[in-house]
């Protein structure tokens, strides 16, 4: 290789690191942390403590805690794998053991954002400020849709509701191999169902509501999946519709950007008072 083309080589290493550092974002990583209690918005661990470490990503930040029924509860700095950035977003999945009969709740919040600067944005702060502004429907709510997801043994494929209209991958109808029916709808601009029998088994029923509430534009997108073996087509939209209704998570866009307001003025504060102490110093000390 010429010198000239060597040179050209190693400008184009150095355009391309370039590129992909002005991509790139700064992000709080850690292990999984794990706590044998339910954490409360005061127990939140930092991402500065427990092996953590700051690493770049293409694709955003992320930090999510995950609050299990049993008292346990799950906290994750990292970097963002599927959600929009600048989101807060909601996940209640309520499922029940075929084979026990157990019921189980999971809560998840996730903060997910894209840093400004080279300084990490899946703070212990905004994930605060995330908790802050959600608003949990009551157990008692989330509760009443039991029946719905009841184990059976009686399971007829022929008795779930089937209609699609969604362009992604929606699985085929196998009643021959189906033992739950399936719904999942997705709330946008237009209203896209799945719901079918399909031959894939799991070894419990569910349903999951999830909620993106999208901060620059304060909008907010909603996805429901079921899987179900009660009743006459328990995976009906009406059985969706109402547990929308009744267990949607509400979020204070208000409450979380006043937080952030609230912090920027503490630390102008906080700045001024330095400023003035330095000052007298010089002045008079």
């Given amino acids: 290789m010429s010198l000239v083309n060597y040179f050209h080589y190693c400008l184009y290493l150095f355009i391309l690191g370039s590129i992909q550092s002005l991509f790139a974002y700064s992000c709080y990583d850690c292990p999984l942390m794990h706590f044998d209690y339910s954490l409360t918005i005061d127990d939140f661990p930092s991402p500065t403590q427990n092996r953590c470490r700051i690493i770049t990503a293409e694709t955003g930040c992320y930090v999510r805690v995950s609050w299990y029924n049993n008292n346990v509860t799950e906290v994750f700095y990292g970097t963002n794998v599927k959600f929009p950035l600048d989101s807060v977003n909601i996940e209640i999945d309520r499922r029940v053991i075929i084979s026990s009969g157990i019921y189980t709740t999971i809560k998840y919040v996730d903060y997910t954002c894209g840093s400004s600067n080279s300084t990490p944005c899946n703070t212990l702060d905004n994930l605060k400020r995330s908790f802050r502004a959600v608003k949990f429907s009551s157990e008692e709510h989330i509760d009443a849709y039991d029946t719905l997801i009841q184990p059976s043994e009686n399971f007829d494929s022929s008795s779930c509701y089937e209609f699609q209209n969604m362009t992604d991958a929606c699985p085929k109808t196998d009643p021959s191999n189906c033992n739950k029916c399936m719904i999942d709808i997705k709330y946008s601009q237009e209203t896209v169902v799945c719901a079918v029998c399909p031959s894939d088994r799991t070894s419990y029923n569910f349903f999951l509501y999830q909620t993106k509430f999208i901060l620059n534009n304060r909008t907010q ?65």
């Fill in 221 to 285: 997108l909603d996805s429901i999946l079921v899987r179900c073996q009660q009743d006459r087509q328990c995976n009906s939209m009406t059985n969706v519709e109402n547990i929308r209704r009744d267990i949607m998570t509400k979020f204070d866009y208000n409450q979380f950007f006043n937080s952030t307001a609230s912090s920027m003025k503490l630390s102008l504060i906080l700045s001024f008072v330095l400023v003035y102490i330095e000052l007298f110093r010089l002045l008079y000390l």
